[in-house]
């Protein structure tokens, strides 16, 4: 088990670049989350994949977001035409199939600072 | 809807002494899951215990307890014999099992200092 792993760990852009983020999650786990968080809050929900099929979308993930999981491994997140705002922590987290009793397993995340 | 109330932005506790996390949640859907992280200030989450809906019994995972009271819809955090270690932000979460589909909600967290 060699956990989920995140890439890059930072990320410094402008305003108005685009920025894509990996995630690797957890081998044998099916389900892949992206999440946001920011400073003092709780990770926000913004979408999941089971296995390659992208099955929920918050209404946070606008159009300038989008994910994608091709091969039901790793996972992208892209965000065009970064905003101010879209400064924040992107956690992604895996977890085996079943119920509401599995756990998700977080990586360290994505900082992404927009200048 | 879903949702989850920490209502202690911050918390301390004595080293060795047990301390209490609060968390209250709602839901409409009969069957969920109730987890604990623990993010500590290096930002990776870590998964600490579960307690199922249905559940009988409160969860214990070493010094880690949860003290489930569905009726009250609250899900508290137990910590016993506090190490300076669990300094971190604690959050509390839920996913609801049925077919409210797989998202899992946060609350916003309580930061817990040890002081030694």
New interface residues.
């Given amino acids: 088990d060699t956990g989920v792993s995140q890439d890059p760990r930072h990320k410094i852009t402008k305003r108005g670049q685009n920025v894509t983020f990996r995630c690797d999650p957890i081998s044998e786990h099916n389900?892949l989350?992206w999440y946001r968080q920011t400073l003092?809050?709780?990770?926000?929900?913004l979408t999941?994949f089971?296995n390659e099929a992208q099955?929920?979308k918050?209404r946070l993930l606008s159009d300038r977001f989008s994910a994608e999981r091709p091969k039901g491994s790793f996972s992208t997140l892209e965000i065009q035409r970064t905003e101010q705002g879209d400064s924040a922590?992107y956690?992604c987290?895996s977890s085996r199939d079943g119920?509401?009793?599995q756990?998700?397993?977080?990586?360290?995340?994505t900082?992404l600072s927009i200048l | 809807a879903q949702k989850?109330t920490q209502t202690q932005p911050g918390m301390f506790v004595q080293e060795k002494e047990a301390v209490t996390l609060d968390c209250t949640y709602d839901t409409s859907d009969p069957?969920?899951?109730l987890?604990w992280?623990k993010q500590p200030s290096?930002?990776?989450?870590?998964?600490l215990i579960?307690q199922?809906?249905y559940d009988q019994q409160n969860a214990t995972e070493g010094r880690y307890s949860l003290n489930f009271q569905k009726a009250r819809k609250s899900a508290n955090l137990v910590i016993s014999a506090s190490q300076l270690g669990d300094s971190a932000m604690y959050?509390c979460?839920m996913?609801?099992?049925g077919t409210g589909?797989?998202?899992?909600?946060?609350?916003?967290?309580t930061r817990l200092f040890v002081k030694a």
């Fill in positions: 389900r989350y003092g809050q709780g990770p926000e929900f999941y089971q099955l929920e918050s922590m956690l987290a119920g509401s009793n756990p998700q397993h977080f990586g360290d995340g900082r | 989850i069957s969920y899951g987890f992280y290096s930002g990776e989450m870590i998964f579960y199922g809906s959050f979460a996913r609801e099992g589909g797989f998202k899992t909600i946060f609350g916003a967290g």
